[in-house]
């Protein structure tokens, strides 16, 4: 059973940015698709971006394209999430989580991951 703790969250201005971790333990996350997701409040939970198990293929929701990047250091068992020209919509709860086997659908979907962490604030201020 693998356990993910995200770090990195906090308050910044419209413009700036940050680097969200999220770091595994209990099993190997370098055969696992990882994703990244937020919730808002009063919103539901939508993804943000993916990452391929050796992280040559990447994901990304359409309202974060080109600002936010995601990488992974395999032998740290870590996922990373660099968070730039962030703006107030970006706003949310962060987690991360760990792809199931035999996906539905879309790679951004939670229902296509079955490990989660307990998130990490963001918030960006105007």
């Known amino acids: 059973q693998v356990q993910l703790v995200e770090s990195g969250g906090g308050s910044v201005q419209a413009g700036g940015s940050l680097r969200l971790s999220c770091a595994a333990s209990g099993d190997t996350i370098s055969t696992k698709w990882m994703g990244w997701f937020r919730q808002a409040p009063g919103k539901e939970r939508e993804g943000v971006a993916v990452i391929s198990p050796r992280g040559g293929s990447t994901y990304y929701v359409d309202s974060v394209k080109g600002r936010f990047t995601s990488s992974r250091d395999n032998a740290k068992n870590t996922v990373y999430l660099q968070l730039n020209s962030l703006k107030p919509e970006d706003t949310a709860m962060y987690y991360c989580?760990?792809?199931?086997?035999?996906?539905?659908?879309?790679?951004?979907?939670?229902?296509?991951?079955?490990?989660w962490g307990q998130g990490t604030q963001v918030t960006v201020s105007s």
């Open positions: 989580a760990a792809g199931r086997s035999g996906w539905v659908g879309s790679a951004l979907s939670t229902r296509n991951y079955d490990y």
